[in-house]
């Protein structure tokens, strides 16, 4: 017992962290492995390696021999044993492969493997041996089991020199790659001996083409095989006959790849990349290969193509196929969807990012796929104009990238160690168990096996873990500025002793990044970096990630065009740049702003202090009226005795506002109603405080005034349904005060209501708010103020179905609230009248209604896309609203609200409307304000249709949240929102 502890002891000393069970293995094997324990010392894992070794040595005895006398052969199959547990099974069921451990070199792993399934390596054609019975089926199962045994054994060969270091990275994944060439070229050696001769498979010739990893010779010890098949028939055969038997041929190589046998399958041979994907063809010839791409492709099958190699088969077919498709290849960039597909791309590597877990190191943040895709991207977009960096492998063209001044050295360096450390890592995490694995495990047994395998004898846990988040962190980081920092060297003046990107070659980067105007952006980015400032160097950091922010929006242009016009208004105040640099999610949504809205850009240009509400969701949140109005209050009162310095503060607030809300709807922080609800609140502040202004102004001149007054607001902003291109419609009322003679009153009152609409149309950077009174009576021939008792008179004796209609909308705004609220009672009963609306008024309005959409649709305006006039749009919806309102408010209270959906939910409510109508009704209103508010927000003017120019249109839609590609979809439900909510309409206005 006491000889058992020393061991273990002893043995854990040596690196074991089972010291107890090693000791017992040792003790079992009566002292054959004493000799050979030092060298399990350096081994990842020296408890795996003691355990397989103890097998082989049960297994086959004699297999220790050659171990003890060969020190090469003892350290490759020690460290073999000590990362792959799947091996070290393999050698033990296979004693007699241990020799393959100890020849030097790669090997012909092409003739081995032909042999192994008893086809001939000098053959052109190789064809399995048929057994003595000639049935070609009965050699396959031996066959395929005997492709596998030889296949480990080479496989074994390659990890062994890997592991020792005696091979390089490069070298590893070539010779795994020519392996699996060699192992397709048996599988079909096995496929042809398998196909009847009168199936016609000596009348073809059929190419497998390498593609991914395989193609490019940088394939993994475990993966699956991407491979494409193109075939030709011999001279004088008939090419339908030849397709179908290549068809079989594939079908039956691909089988026998991954059919399961005794020693377990290889892997999936995956064509899923062919022309039409899996439904598609999966054999066919060059011609059709061609015809499809030139006519079909998308530039991600271009992508893939990169790295297309003629891999078994007719090599002289493949070779002809790879030529013949690169052309094609490296015209890919002047394609006209370029840009979309490479932005779809794009799309698609961060949906992957987000989706896996931070330890997937092919997918995850900073992974295998990261590298490759900017690597790959940046060939597609060079590539074509200089042929030194067609290359397929990763390494060698990022290698040409740098030497070509398209990617810094430094830059490269990173990226290169990232890459090959990366590759490492997955080359040992699927050594283990022979298993397509690429998530980091979180056992530290596992950790400490990974970390040893690299070379990390001290903490191999904590060091492994802290180069693996390096490496990670930097690829993400170099990934994110791959694209943006040359375009900074191409125009500005940096300290670098290295090869920049031709003005040429930057515009052509921009170009594909999604900038229209690529040489101006270049222009701006040497604006905003030239010098040596400190604002030029923090530019300098910002614009890689800014470039790339931008090229994610709907108007790459627009948005750094914004960028360098606020730049420039706010570049000498310390706290913006420090801000943006700081502070990641403040420059990230202003990037998404600055190329998403005109309208928000112009307001932030007159407001850049603005910059600062970008920070939080709870700093864009939609402040509450009694704040705004406090604030309104103080400002005037600050500027007492001038009323245009005073509305000049307030109206520099309410573009503040309108900042902070139209960012909020961008981000869909807010929806359409809370859009309406806050824009009217803010106009109501706005008219308020410059209201106060107004009546301090007269009172200095006229003295105490002798009237009191409100702003009765009406259609929109008394719906509050505001759009950012809204005027303000109002009725002024007065009522003079006791002993006051009605002239003086009303004389005081209009100059009241002058004053304020001066004010408010002031000239001013600020948006306007023009005050529109033409509702009152008698329109613009009416006076602009009137006494309660005048209104009242007049809509006794002379008011019109239309008149009550737009008073359905009226409420009070600002001024004198009593008085506001006694001519909202005064004219309740006119627009809920108590009895209903008689069926001739209703004619009269369905009437007028129809007369409206004849005429006073714009001339040239298609009437599917007139948001406010065209069928299903927002006159069709509100006008329901009203018509149910005039016909039953009077004896259903619920009606009363100045609101359209709110109306409308009440009519459901009280059983006027079925809910799938008003559920239609409302897509239709929600829709058209959601467009109406995004031409608004992204143009910066407004306009009532949905845009005929096609840009325009596509810049609304992503703006609504359609991709990039999503032009023709939002259109479509547009024409379809709106055809239904006609329908409607046709039956619950006109009764149709």
């Known amino acids: 017992m006491p000889r058992i502890e020393s061991t273990a002891a002893k043995l854990a000393k040596l690196g074991f962290a089972d010291g107890a069970t090693a000791a017992r293995l040792v003790r079992q094997s009566d002292g054959a492995l004493d000799d050979l324990l030092d060298g399990l010392v350096d081994v990842a894992d020296p408890d795996l ?65 032909l042999r192994a ?84 498979g000596d009348d073809v010739r059929l190419a497998v083409i390498g593609m991914g990893k395989a193609g490019a010779r940088e394939l993994n010890y475990i993966s699956d095989v991407d491979v494409i098949f193109v075939a030709e028939p011999r001279e004088g055969a008939d090419e339908t006959k030849a397709l179908r038997a290549a068809t079989r041929l594939a079908q039956a190589m691909m089988r026998a790849c991954s059919a399961a046998t005794p020693e377990g399958s290889l892997w999936e041979v995956d064509a899923g990349l062919r022309p039409e994907g899996r439904s598609g063809p999966l054999v066919r010839t060059l011609a059709s290969h061609l015809a499809y791409y030139r006519r079909w492709a998308k530039t991600w099958e271009f992508q893939a193509l990169l790295k297309a190699r003629p891999m078994a088969g007719d090599l002289e077919l493949g070779a002809a196929y790879v030529e013949a498709v690169n052309d094609l290849v490296w015209s890919a960039a002047t394609r006209d969807n370029f840009v979309e597909d490479v932005q ?68 490269s360096r990173g990226l290169a160690e990232a890459y090959t450390f990366l590759r490492r890592v997955e080359h040992l995490l699927q050594l283990h168990r022979l298993r397509r694995t690429h998530v980091l495990p979180e056992e530290p047994g596992d950790l400490r096996r990974l970390g040893r395998a690299l070379g990390m004898q001290a903490d191999p846990v904590g060091e492994f873990t802290a180069r693996w988040r390096r490496h990670a962190r930097e690829a993400r980081r170099l990934h994110e500025k791959l694209f943006y920092r040359p375009l900074l060297q191409a125009v500005a003046r940096l300290p670098e002793s290295e ?15 999604g900038y229209v105007d690529p040489d101006g952006a270049l222009r701006h980015i040497a604006a905003l970096t030239a010098g040596v400032s400190r604002r030029a160097a923090i530019q300098r950091t910002l614009l890689p990630v800014m470039l790339g922010w931008f090229a994610d929006t709907p108007d790459p242009d627009a948005g750094l065009l914004g960028f360098r016009q606020v730049s420039d208004k706010l570049g000498t105040t310390p706290w913006y740049l420090r801000l943006l640099r700081d502070e990641t999610a403040v420059a990230s949504r202003m990037a998404r702003v600055l ?103 007269v009172r200095a001149e006229r003295g105490a005034a002798p009237t009191r007054l409100a702003v009765i607001a009406m259609g929109r902003l008394g719906g509050m349904e505001s759009s950012y291109a809204s005027d303000a419609d109002v009725m002024f009322v ?43 009576p008698e329109g613009r ?101 009203q018509l149910l309102q005039l016909r039953h408010a009077g004896s259903v209270p619920a009606l009363r609200t100045t609101r359209t959906l709110p109306t409308l939910r009440a009519a459901v409510e009280a059983g006027l409307l079925a809910p799938a109508d008003e559920e239609v009704l409302e897509e239709a209103w929600r829709f058209a304000s959601r467009v109406r508010d995004a031409v608004m927000v992204v143009r910066g003017r407004p306009a009532d249709s949905v845009p005929a120019d096609t840009r325009e249109r596509l810049l609304v839609a992503r703006t609504l949240g359609y991709p990039p590609d999503g032009s023709e979809d939002f259109l479509d439900d547009y024409r379809r929102v709106t055809r239904r909510a006609r329908q409607v309409v046709e039956r619950v206005f006109y009764g149709s």
Not at 596 to 615: I, K
Not at 655 to 661: A, D, M, V, Y
Request: hydrophobic share 45%; aromatic share 4%; glycine share 8%.
């Open 344 to 411: 779809a791309m794009r799309r698609r590597v961060e949906a992957h990012v987000r989706a896996e877990g931070e330890r997937q190191i092919k997918l995850g943040p900073g992974g295998l796929r990261d590298i490759e895709f900017a690597v790959q991207l940046l060939q597609l977009v060079h590539g074509r104009l200089d042929p030194l960096l067609r290359r397929r492998a990763t390494l060698p063209a990022l290698a040409a990238l740098s030497r070509g001044g398209y990617v810094g050295r430094d830059d």
């Open 734 to 776: 007065h009522c003079p005060e006791p002993g006051a003679a009605e002239r003086d009153a009303t004389d005081a009152a209009f100059a009241v209501a002058n004053e304020l609409r001066r004010l408010l149309s002031l000239p001013a950077p600020d948006p306007p708010l023009l005050i529109d009174p033409d509702l009152r």
């Open 595 to 697: 190329g998403t809205s005109r309208y928000a850009t112009g307001l932030l240009m007159h407001a850049p202090d603005a910059v600062a509400l970008l920070g939080s969701d709870d700093d864009l949140a939609v402040r509450p009226p009694e704040a705004l109005r406090a604030e309104a209050a103080a400002a005037v009162s600050r500027h007492a005795g001038n009323p245009e310095s005073a509305v000049t503060a307030v109206r520099a607030l309410r573009r503040r506002e309108l900042f902070r809300t139209a960012v909020a709807d961008i981000f869909r922080l807010v929806d359409i109603e809370q859009v309406g609800v806050a824009l009217s609140a803010l106009n109501d502040v706005t008219i308020q405080a410059a209201l106060d202004a107004a009546t301090g102004k």
């Open 117 to 200: 399934v008893g086809a001939d390596p000098g053959d052109r054609s190789p064809r399995a041996a048929d057994p003595g019975d000639r049935s070609p089926r009965a050699a396959e199962p031996g066959a395929l089991a005997a492709l596998r045994v030889a296949y480990r054994g080479q496989l074994m060969r390659v990890a062994a020199r890997d592991l020792t270091g005696e091979a390089t990275l490069g070298e590893v994944t070539g010779e795994l790659s020519d392996l699996a060439g060699a192992a397709l070229e048996a599988a079909l050696a096995v496929a042809r001996a398998e196909l009847p001769p009168e199936a016609g």
């Open 499 to 513: 090869a920049r990107l031709s003005p040429a070659a930057a515009s052509a980067r921009l170009r594909a990044l």
């Open 781 to 881: 021939q009416g006076p602009l103020v009137r006494t309660l008792t005048s209104y009242s008179a007049y809509y006794a004796r002379w008011s019109s179905p239309w008149e009550a209609q737009a008073l359905l909308r009226a409420r009070f705004s600002a001024g004198d609230e009593a008085l506001g609220e006694a001519f909202t009672a005064m004219i309740d009963d006119l627009r809920y009248p108590p009895g209903g609306l008689p069926e001739d008024a209703v004619r009269e309005i369905r009437r007028l209604k129809a007369r409206m959409e004849a005429e006073r649709l714009p001339r040239g305006a298609d009437p599917a896309l007139h948001t406010k006039l065209g069928p299903g749009g927002l006159s069709d919806v509100e006008w329901v609203a």
């Open 49 to 113: 390696a003691l355990a397989s070794l103890t097998r082989l040595a049960e297994q086959a005895p004699a297999a220790l021999g050659p171990l003890r006398a060969d020190d090469r052969l003892r350290a490759r199959t020690l460290a073999v044993l000590g990362v792959s547990a799947a091996l070290g099974d393999h050698l033990a069921r296979h004693p007699e492969q241990l020799a393959l451990l100890g020849e030097p070199g790669p090997g012909d792993a092409r003739g081995e493997l």
